[in-house]
T-cell receptor, first 113, second 117 residues
Framework: QQQVKQSPQSLIVQKGGISIINCAYENTAFDYFPWYQQFPGKGPALLIAIRPDVSEKKEGRFTISFNKSAKQFSLHIMDSQPGDSATYFCAASYGNNFNKFYFGSGTKLNVKP | NAGVTQTPKFQVLKTGQSMTLQCAQDMNHNSMYWYRQDPGMGLRLIYYSASEGTTDKGEVPNGYNVSRLNKREFSLRLESAAPSQTSVYFC????????????????FGPGTRLTVT
């Protein structure tokens, strides 16, 4: 049973468009929601993260939107660029029990020039 | 500053063989982790070490053992490899232990691609 469900599995966006990746969770104890970016042949790297006390966090072209009542959070990539083409993973954890740190299944983003 | 390094990059084993995956970090991080990544499954935690001298099981520990050799190094051992252990293995490290209650950024190594035939 996947604790964090991520969609879509793959995404094709034109350069300059908006990429949106969604994640949903069930465990209301989760209190930390990071997004990781992974390029082929590399390990994942933290992109941006949010805690449930805010509904949105923005860093450059990347924004996390968080809906606590719906238990959903999403990553928006504005003005998508070919260099953003990578696999994106959402994750969720809660501080007191690291065994409960879960990743989504990943979204492969392809930004076409 | 190399960050997190892993050896080997690629490995092919026969069923029943054993091997050790090596990981080292030069960031003076306290905590280290081993994950496996399978298609459509994301990353799953195998074992972690919150601090030097301690290790604990993650989500999928069966078939694996770990050793936190010192603050820098954290190895993962497969005693009797099985085809189900074919995967990409990532080591990661973080400054804080997992329960620090802060945004606990993990830094990942480049991965080891393991095939068990």
């Amino acid at each position: 049973q996947q604790q964090v469900k991520q969609s879509p599995q793959s995404l094709i966006v034109q350069k300059g468009g908006i990429s949106i990746i969604n994640c949903a969770y069930e465990n209301t104890a989760f209190d930390y929601f990071p997004w990781y970016q992974q390029f082929p042949g590399k390990g994942p790297a933290l992109l941006i993260a949010i805690r449930p006390d805010v509904s949105e966090k923005k860093e450059g072209r990347f924004t996390i939107s968080f809906n606590k009542s719906a238990k959903q959070f999403s990553l928006h990539i504005m003005d998508s660029q070919p260099g953003d083409s990578a696999t994106y993973f959402c994750a969720a954890s809660y501080g007191n029990n690291f065994n409960k740190f879960y990743f989504g299944s990943g979204t492969k983003l392809n930004v076409k020039p | 500053n190399a960050g997190v390094t892993q050896t080997p990059k690629f490995q092919v084993l026969k069923t029943g063989q054993s091997m050790t995956l090596q990981c080292a970090q030069d960031m003076n991080h306290n905590s280290m982790y081993w994950y496996r990544q399978d298609p459509g499954m994301g990353l799953r935690l195998i074992y972690y070490s919150a601090s030097e001298g301690t290790t604990d099981k993650g989500e999928v520990p069966n078939g694996y053992n770990v050793s936190r050799l010192n603050k820098r190094e954290f190895s993962l051992r497969l005693e009797s490899a099985a085809p189900s252990q074919t995967s990409v293995y990532f080591c990661a490290s973080s400054v804080h232990p997992p329960w620090a209650g802060v945004g606990n950024e993990q830094y990942f190594g480049p991965g080891t691609r393991l095939t068990v035939t």
